[in-house]
């Protein structure tokens, strides 16, 4: 099992910036690919950015693109979703998930969830 926290998220102006953390606690940490989702109201559930469990590796959605930066820690068994140039398309629950190892992009490849936290990015 791996339990996922996330936090940081909150309301922000237009163009401005959050970091989201998601704290592991569980199975080895290190050995998980860490995935960011996130869910606007009366819509799907969509990837936004994903980090691989060696960190080398990173993938994007394209909207995001440029202003969002995902990175790790194994250290602290925390993983950061930077967040730049905000959007109010942005708004949304985001979520973040776990797997063994590969990096995926779909939510059903990813067995662990956290509870999620809201970003609100005001026009």
């Known amino acids: 099992q791996v339990q996922l926290v996330e936090s940081g998220g909150g309301l922000v102006q237009a163009g401005g910036s959050l970091r989201l953390s998601c704290a592991a606690s569980?199975?080895?940490?290190?050995?998980?690919?860490i995935a960011w989702f996130r869910q606007a109201p009366g819509k799907e559930r969509e990837f936004v950015a994903g980090?691989?469990?060696?960190?080398?590796?990173?993938g994007y959605t394209d909207s995001v693109k440029g202003r969002f930066t995902i990175s790790r820690d194994n250290a602290k068994n925390t993983v950061y979703l930077q967040m730049n140039s905000l959007k109010p398309e942005d708004t949304a629950v985001y979520y973040c998930?776990?797997?063994?190892?590969?990096?995926?992009?779909?939510?059903?490849?990813?067995?662990?969830w956290g509870q999620g936290t809201q970003v609100t990015v005001s026009s």
């Open positions: 998930a776990a797997q063994p190892y590969g990096l995926g992009s779909t939510q059903h490849e990813y067995s662990y």
């Open positions: 569980g199975r080895t940490f290190s050995n998980y690919a």
């Open positions: 980090i691989s469990y060696t960190g080398r590796s990173a």
